[in-house]
């Protein structure tokens, strides 16, 4: 079936350093939505990705649609534990079904 | 507060107990979802209804039984549930664009009902 993978599943990362996680999908999307989870709550919207090639800024989070817009990405400059939580990536797929990633989660070391 | 509400929050069942879990939205939105979240499958769709009408049926086994009365109330009824049944279970609604559309609107996501079956 039609599968969104994401990696990695955990990232640790050092508060100041970089952040990325990427979602693969095996069939061509109509689009593609992020969101974040903090520990305890629930998933919220970040943002959406429509067209080939698009990339949109939201202050340090940096978002991507490949050209194929079969792959995503979401890089964070300069973490802040306020960035602490579960990254998801949702696809729409042609039959339009959402397809979920698994997540990955960020943990800054103390 | 997201315009989501699910209740309970919490809720301790035994494998021959029938209880319900409900969801409301004050959104508008004609979309309803029903999500389980647990460390093994991290977010899992379960069930879509749109327009009140059941969409998609994720092979859910049958004793997580979904109503939708109407656009804003989704239940889920559960019987004879088993231990690995005990997750988090997410609520979540949307405004469906008709099939063929590219942009989707966002989900707005409830809280959870936390669910541990003994």
């Known amino acids: 079936g039609q599968q969104v993978m994401q990696i990695p599943q955990y990232q640790h990362v050092q508060e100041g350093e970089d952040f990325t996680t990427y979602c693969n999908s095996s069939?061509?999307?109509?689009?593609i939505q992020w969101y974040k989870q903090r520990p305890g709550g629930h998933p919220v919207f970040l943002i959406q990705l429509v067209k080939s090639g698009e990339v949109k800024k939201q202050k340090r989070l940096t978002f991507q649609f490949g050209e194929a817009k079969k792959n995503s990405s979401l890089h964070i400059t300069a973490t802040q534990t306020t960035d602490v939580g579960t990254y998801f990536c949702a696809g729409r797929a042609s039959n339009y079904q959402l397809i979920w990633g698994a997540g990955t989660k960020l943990i800054i070391k103390p | 507060e997201t315009g989501v509400t699910q209740t309970p929050r919490h809720l301790v069942m035994g494998m021959t107990n029938k209880k319900s879990l409900k969801c409301e939205q004050h959104l508008g939105h004609n979309a309803m979802y029903w999500y389980k979240q647990s460390a093994k499958k991290p977010l899992e769709l379960m069930f879509v209804y749109n327009f009140k009408e059941q969409t998609e049926n994720n092979s859910v086994p049958s004793r997580f039984s979904p109503e939708c009365p109407n656009s804003s109330h989704l239940f889920l009824h559960l019987h004879t549930l088993q231990p690995e049944d005990s997750a988090l279970y997410l609520c979540?609604?949307?405004?469906?664009?008709?099939?063929?559309?590219?942009?989707?609107?966002?989900?707005?996501f409830g809280q959870g009902t936390r669910l541990t079956v003994v």
């Open positions: 979540a609604s949307s405004q469906y664009p008709g099939q063929g559309a590219l942009i989707d609107t966002e989900a707005f």
């Open positions: 069939t061509t999307l109509s689009n």
